[in-house]
């Protein structure tokens, strides 16, 4: 009665050959191996019992017993429980001693102690864990098996420790025992990070090789090591490389080293073979397949069939190349003019009758004009003559030819007032009181000379309905008489708009094939894009040419069709890898579906290991489907997993260049490293230099030739002094082919005593030459950074965007700037000065030298930002215009005393302008930008503005 009273429900205990029974209402059967500890006595007031800890983390407790009985009840149990613990150890002695000699291997290893070779032991360890008790007395076991169990406890407790202890000790010792192999493997001995590259063999293991590290070097000493040391066989060690020259020279290199041959494949070299072994026979490959023209070739026709026999295409296609060609930007898009402008201008909008317009919506406007069969003129001459208001002729934005109807399209918004009324509103970046008084004044122009305006508006664009209301508002004054869909072609084709399309259709194709995606996956991706609409049209148009397309290809493969089906056959294990080390080159050039192909081979064994040597710095074929990411989340992608960490993987900076000298080497990585998301890495230059051997020589307009040879002339006389007699090489990078020199043959007949030759900078990775010139360093669209926008459809297909503006530009400049030991040129223009140069010169830590002349001096435009470029007349006068031409319009003369310069304001607003030769001048009071001049009128001599008839600012010249 007073146990209940306690709470007690139990009766007794009872031992028997189970285990110990535990009797009350509902008995309970405890095995001796559910106990983790001895059995106690307890007691609780003056009652006395037995107390059992079980492996499920409960107690059990019985009271009520005698003291006499409970002591019994305790001696009997625990002998038993003796007895069984006995019986266990005896039972996995086997597995606790393998267990602990891999533990006490780990003190001195005899392998590289790699996560996947550990988990499995860690699995083991868990298991036995789990079966014996966490407390045992002493006496229960010998001493040999507690050693043994505590080495294994002591394991389980840290092993992320211990193993990281054993890689450091495996390392240093493994490092001993291989220098000689080290130091032979290769012509000269590998360096201290070419060695801990290779004997470091983690599940995953990324080889960071800087330009001139000696990449090569480094596979070719892995494969060797692993056969030496007999890690490997053979037939078990896979070369991954991207051209089938690069596979063979390391092919041969590796046999040659070791004396076995290995597997070097490239990509799609392997894909053919894993389906040909798989299906039994080789797939037939696709003529258009590695032949570009055939493959543009195809995707036209069948653009034209889709035009010319599906009404519902033609109607897509039309649409596209009418209001979604370009990817829509307005001013709203932009922080300034500046950077609109050359949107705008690296667009080209040229419209479907051929002039080159302002704007999207100014394209959007006369494209529906031609297509409707309304003739127009763009930016006419008004016809009636206006007085002098300070302004340049008045030029409408349209007018229509029959009748003499203009368009003027406005670039506001409208929004809300306080009082409830509709305003007009602008662009953040444009002079909204400005625009709106110029808007009054040309709605005044024509209610005054009684000609037609009609008004479209911006707004109109962002509700969708721009070319509906323009149809509206035209529908009094025109008859719309539409072209046939014949004609348009004609009319693209003209253009080059449909060979433009085809290719970005061809890209596209190979990039959605490539990523494995689906119409569905793409369209999904598109959702909540401020590009939606665009996208949703270019993917209606997609669809069906992706059907023609893959019904043409009939039974044949593309070499996309070849990596995907080869991954499948992987993936599914219809295809046996006997792959366990997997060597990858060039790996910053990974894409996404060959690392697909990479995961399936190496996920075919728990063993296997991934072996990859890359530069995110010179990551330079996105557009090829290369993803920086794959190498930037190394870990997360390829990593092994122990003890619950994922993504387990070892890092190696090779660091050290055998080819530039440090005053290339460290500027080149400063440079690179602005972009925050490239790896840092160490460099360790291949020597040093006293004077810079980076320099910029600028040219001006028509002078590059006279720069080039004036560099080519420095780099002789710098070579004059040196004890070689070898010809100096140089070589002349360009981001376009076309900016090869036209003289290329008469620059070699004319310095024999230098080896010239010419490559674009992609084409020039892995080359090196003692001297490099990079010509036409410019901002311009094809420049250097290259202006040229991919079309952002392809970041459907691509690898996600980087933030970092020209952050592949700033990859490839780097790359052309590592391709030199000695020196570097980079020949820039004057007028078009580029960002990239800017930067080497006006960031002192660059240590740039400025080759024959003075660094340029920028002067920005007071109207939209961009520079404003020299330009000298037929009188010898410099007149200084906006980079943006029309689109601005804006310019300034010279100073006329140096005429060289602008002059500046003092003191930002204050009342005179200074030019840097000392000359000074009242400035304008209408302007910012203006000073005054002397000038002649009708009333005698005055003090004008030099911006004029842009301003009308005077003052008297007695003033």
Same mark, same amino acid.
């Given at each position: 009665?007073?146990?209940?009273?306690?709470?007690?429900?139990?009766?007794?205990?009872?031992?028997?050959?189970?285990?110990?029974?535990?009797?009350?209402?509902?008995?309970?059967?405890?095995?001796?191996?559910?106990?983790?500890?001895?059995?106690?006595?307890?007691?609780?007031?003056?009652?006395?019992?037995?107390?059992?800890?079980?492996?499920?983390?409960?107690?059990?407790?019985?009271?009520?017993?005698?003291?006499?009985?409970?002591?019994?009840?305790?001696?009997?149990?625990?002998?038993?429980?003796?007895?069984?613990?006995?019986?266990?150890?005896?039972?996995?002695?086997?597995?606790?001693?393998?267990?602990?000699?891999?533990?006490?291997?780990?003190?001195?290893?005899?392998?590289?102690?790699?996560?996947?070779?550990?988990?499995?032991?860690?699995?083991?360890?868990?298991?036995?864990?789990?079966?014996?008790?966490?407390?045992?007395?002493?006496?229960?076991?010998?001493?040999?098996?507690?050693?043994?169990?505590?080495?294994?406890?002591?394991?389980?407790?840290?092993?992320?420790?211990?193993?990281?202890?054993?890689?450091? !000790?495996?390392?240093?010792?493994?490092?001993?025992?291989?220098?000689?192999?080290?130091?032979?493997?290769?012509?000269?001995?590998?360096?201290?990070?070419?060695?801990?590259?290779?004997?470091?063999?983690?599940?995953?293991?990324?080889?960071?090789?800087?330009?001139?590290?000696?990449?090569?070097?480094?596979?070719?000493?892995?494969?060797?090591?692993?056969?030496?040391?007999?890690?490997?066989?053979?037939?078990?060690?896979?070369?991954?490389?991207?051209?089938?020259?690069?596979?063979?020279?390391?092919?041969?290199?590796?046999?040659?080293?070791?004396?076995?041959?290995?597997?070097?494949?490239?990509?799609?070299?392997?894909?053919?073979?894993?389906?040909?072994?798989?299906?039994?026979?080789?797939?037939?490959?696709?003529?258009?397949?590695?032949?570009?023209?055939?493959?543009?070739?195809?995707?036209?026709?069948?653009?034209?069939?889709? =035009?010319?026999?599906?009404?519902?295409?033609?109607?897509?296609?039309?649409?596209?190349?009418?209001?979604?060609?370009?990817?829509?930007?307005?001013?709203?898009?932009?922080?300034?003019?500046?950077?609109?402008?050359?949107?705008?201008?690296?667009?080209?909008?040229?419209?479907?009758?051929?002039?080159?317009?302002?704007?999207?919506?100014?394209?959007?406007?006369?494209?529906?004009?031609?297509?409707?069969?309304?003739?127009?003129?763009?930016?006419?001459?008004?016809?009636?003559?206006?007085?002098?208001?300070?302004?340049?002729?008045?030029?409408?934005?349209?007018?229509?030819?029959?009748?003499?109807?203009?368009?003027?399209?406005?670039?506001?918004?409208?929004?809300?007032?306080?009082?409830?009324?509709?305003?007009?509103?602008?662009?953040?970046?444009?002079?909204?009181?400005?625009?709106?008084?110029?808007?009054?004044?040309?709605?005044?122009?024509?209610?005054?000379?009684?000609?037609?305006?009609?008004?479209?508006?911006?707004?109109?664009?962002?509700?969708?309905?721009?070319?509906?209301?323009?149809?509206?508002?035209?529908?009094?004054?025109?008859?719309?008489?539409?072209?046939?869909?014949?004609?348009?072609?004609?009319?693209?084709?003209?253009?080059?708009?449909?060979?433009?399309?085809?290719?970005?259709?061809?890209?596209?194709?190979?990039?959605?094939?490539?990523?494995?995606?689906?119409?569905?996956?793409?369209?999904?991706?598109?959702?909540?894009?401020?590009?939606?609409?665009?996208?949703?049209?270019?993917?209606?148009?997609?669809?069906?040419?992706?059907?023609?397309?893959?019904?043409?290809?009939?039974?044949?493969?593309?070499?996309?069709?070849?990596?995907?089906?080869? !991954?499948?056959?992987?993936?599914?294990?219809?295809?046996?890898?006997?792959?366990?080390?997997?060597?990858?080159?060039?790996?910053?050039?990974?894409?996404?579906?060959?690392?697909?192909?990479?995961?399936?081979?190496?996920?075919?064994?728990?063993?296997?290991?991934?072996?990859?040597?890359?530069?995110?710095?010179?990551?330079?074929?996105?557009?090829?489907?290369?993803?920086?990411?794959?190498?930037?989340?190394?870990?997360?992608?390829?990593?092994?997993?122990?003890?619950?960490?994922?993504?387990?993987?070892?890092?190696?900076?090779?660091?050290?260049?055998?080819?530039?000298?440090?005053?290339?080497?460290?500027?080149?990585?400063?440079?690179?490293?602005?972009?925050?998301?490239?790896?840092?890495?160490?460099?360790?230059?291949?020597?040093?230099?006293?004077?810079?051997?980076?320099?910029?020589?600028?040219?001006?307009?028509?002078?590059?030739?006279?720069?080039?040879?004036?560099?080519?002339?420095?780099?002789?006389?710098?070579?004059?002094?040196?004890?070689?007699?070898?010809?100096?090489?140089?070589?002349?990078?360009?981001?376009?082919?076309?900016?090869?020199?036209?003289?290329?043959?008469?620059?070699?007949?004319?310095?024999?005593?230098?080896? =010239?030759?010419?490559?674009?900078?992609?084409?020039?990775?892995?080359?090196?030459?003692?001297?490099?010139?990079?010509?036409?360093?410019?901002?311009?669209?094809?420049?250097?950074?290259?202006?040229?926008?991919?079309?952002?459809?392809?970041?459907?297909?691509?690898?996600?965007?980087?933030?970092?503006?020209?952050?592949?530009?700033?990859?490839?400049?780097?790359?052309?700037?590592?391709?030199?030991?000695?020196?570097?040129?980079?020949?820039?223009?004057?007028?078009?000065?580029?960002?990239?140069?800017?930067?080497?010169?006006?960031?002192?830590?660059?240590?740039?030298?400025?080759?024959?002349?003075?660094?340029?001096?920028?002067?920005?435009?007071?109207?939209?930002?961009?520079?404003?470029?020299?330009?000298?007349?037929?009188?010898?006068? =410099?007149?200084?215009?906006?980079?943006?031409?029309?689109?601005?319009?804006?310019?300034?003369?010279?100073?006329?005393?140096?005429?060289?310069? =602008?002059?500046?304001?003092?003191?930002?607003?204050?009342?005179?302008?200074?030019?840097?030769?000392?000359?000074?001048?009242?400035?304008?009071?209408?302007?910012?930008?203006?000073?005054?001049?002397?000038?002649?009128?009708?009333?005698?001599?005055?003090?004008?503005?030099?911006?004029?008839?842009?301003?009308?600012?005077?003052?008297?010249?007695?003033?």
């Amino acid at each position: 009665m007073i146990l209940n009273l306690l709470g007690e429900r139990k009766r007794g205990i009872r031992l028997s050959e189970a285990g110990l029974q535990v009797l009350g209402p509902s008995s309970q059967n405890i095995p001796l191996c559910d106990l983790v500890g001895p059995v106690t006595l307890a007691k609780r007031l003056w009652f006395h019992g037995v107390s059992l800890s079980l492996a499920s983390g409960s107690d059990v407790r019985i009271f009520g017993l005698k003291r006499d009985a409970a002591a019994r009840c305790v001696e009997a149990a625990n002998a038993a429980w003796h007895q069984h613990i006995a019986e266990l150890f005896k039972e996995v002695d086997p597995e606790l001693t393998t267990l602990a000699e891999v533990v006490e291997r780990l003190s001195a290893p005899r392998r590289y102690p790699a996560a996947c070779l550990l988990a499995p032991y860690m699995k083991r360890v868990d298991a036995l864990l789990s079966r014996i008790p966490m407390e045992i007395p002493s006496g229960f076991i010998e001493p040999t098996l507690r050693q043994r169990l505590a080495a294994i406890l002591a394991f389980r407790k840290d092993p992320l420790s211990l193993r990281n202890a054993a890689i450091e !000790t495996f390392v240093g010792t493994e490092l001993k025992e291989c220098k000689d192999f080290l130091d032979e493997i290769e012509s000269n001995p590998l360096t201290p990070e070419q060695r801990l590259a290779v004997v470091t063999d983690e599940d995953a293991t990324m080889v960071l090789a800087g330009a001139g590290s000696g990449k090569t070097a480094v596979i070719v000493a892995k494969a060797a090591y692993l056969l030496h040391r007999g890690i490997r066989q053979p037939d078990e060690i896979l070369l991954m490389a991207f051209g089938a020259k690069a596979a063979e020279e390391m092919a041969r290199r590796i046999e040659e080293r070791s004396g076995s041959p290995i597997d070097a494949r490239t990509f799609h070299a392997l894909g053919y073979d894993i389906i040909k072994k798989v299906e039994g026979k080789a797939p037939a490959l696709a003529a258009h397949a590695s032949d570009d023209v055939q493959f543009r070739a195809l995707l036209r026709d069948i653009l034209e069939r889709e =035009i010319g026999e599906n009404a519902r295409s033609a109607g897509l296609i039309l649409r596209w190349f009418t209001e979604f060609y370009w990817c829509y930007r307005s001013e709203w898009d932009f922080k300034t003019l500046d950077d609109y402008y050359s949107y705008v201008e690296a667009h080209e909008l040229r419209t479907l009758q051929g002039e080159v317009v302002r704007s999207f919506e100014e394209c959007e406007i006369a494209n529906w004009l031609y297509l409707n069969g309304i003739a127009y003129e763009y930016e006419p001459n008004y016809e009636h003559q206006l007085p002098e208001a300070g302004r340049r002729e008045y030029t409408p934005d349209f007018r229509l030819s029959e009748s003499g109807v203009y368009i003027e399209h406005f670039g506001v918004r409208r929004e809300r007032g306080p009082d409830g009324e509709d305003l007009f509103t602008t662009a953040p970046c444009v002079d909204r009181e400005r625009y709106l008084k110029d808007m009054a004044w040309k709605r005044q122009v024509h209610l005054e000379q009684g000609t037609i305006l009609i008004e479209t508006f911006s707004y109109e664009r962002v509700d969708g309905r721009l070319t509906q209301a323009l149809a509206e508002k035209l529908a009094p004054f025109v008859k719309p008489a539409p072209i046939s869909a014949t004609q348009v072609l004609e009319k693209l084709n003209e253009l080059g708009r449909v060979d433009a399309f085809t290719q970005t259709l061809g890209t596209f194709l190979r990039h959605f094939k490539g990523a494995g995606l689906s119409i569905e996956a793409c369209r999904q991706r598109c959702k909540g894009s401020a590009e939606a609409r665009r996208n949703g049209a270019f993917l209606d148009i997609f669809e069906p040419v992706l059907s023609e397309y893959q019904r043409r290809l009939g039974d044949r493969i593309d070499f996309e069709d070849m990596i995907a089906r080869a !991954t499948d056959h992987v993936e599914a294990g219809r295809y046996g890898s006997p792959y366990r080390h997997l060597l990858v080159d060039e790996f910053q050039d990974i894409s996404e579906g060959r690392a697909k192909l990479l995961r399936a081979l190496k996920a075919q064994h728990e063993d296997a290991r991934i072996f990859a040597v890359g530069d995110d710095w010179q990551s330079i074929y996105r557009f090829s489907g290369a993803d920086i990411h794959l190498m930037r989340d190394f870990g997360v992608e390829f990593g092994g997993a122990f003890v619950g960490v994922t993504g387990v993987h070892r890092s190696v900076d090779l660091g050290r260049t055998f080819r530039s000298v440090d005053r290339i080497a460290l500027p080149a990585r400063r440079f690179v490293l602005k972009n925050p998301s490239q790896i840092e890495k160490q460099v360790i230059p291949a020597g040093a230099t006293d004077g810079a051997a980076i320099k910029v020589a600028y040219y001006g307009r028509g002078q590059e030739e006279g720069a080039l040879r004036a560099a080519l002339e420095s780099i002789r006389e710098g070579a004059s002094g040196r004890h070689d007699q070898a010809a100096q090489s140089v070589l002349l990078l360009g981001r376009y082919r076309h900016v090869c020199p036209n003289s290329l043959s008469q620059l070699e007949a004319d310095y024999p005593d230098l080896s =010239i030759r010419f490559m674009t900078v992609h084409a020039s990775k892995g080359l090196e030459a003692d001297h490099v010139v990079i010509l036409r360093v410019e901002t311009d669209r094809f420049g250097f950074p290259s202006e040229i926008v991919d079309d952002p459809l392809l970041d459907i297909v691509l690898p996600d965007p980087e933030a970092f503006g020209h952050a592949e530009e700033r990859r490839l400049f780097y790359v052309a700037l590592t391709r030199a030991r000695r020196s570097v040129t980079v020949l820039a223009a004057r007028d078009k000065q580029s960002d990239f140069v800017r930067e080497l010169v006006e960031e002192k830590e660059y240590g740039i030298a400025l080759l024959g002349g003075e660094a340029v001096t920028e002067r920005r435009c007071g109207i939209c930002g961009g520079r404003m470029l020299p330009k000298k007349g037929n009188n010898g006068r =410099i007149r200084f215009y906006c980079e943006h031409g029309t689109l601005c319009g804006a310019s300034l003369p010279a100073c006329g005393i140096c005429n060289g310069e =602008i002059p500046v304001r003092l003191g930002g607003d204050g009342e005179a302008m200074a030019c840097g030769c000392g000359a000074r001048f009242p400035a304008c009071p209408s302007c910012s930008e203006g000073w005054l001049v002397e000038r002649k009128g009708r009333y005698g001599a005055f003090l004008g503005c030099t911006r004029y008839p842009d301003c009308i600012g005077k003052r008297r010249l007695d003033a």
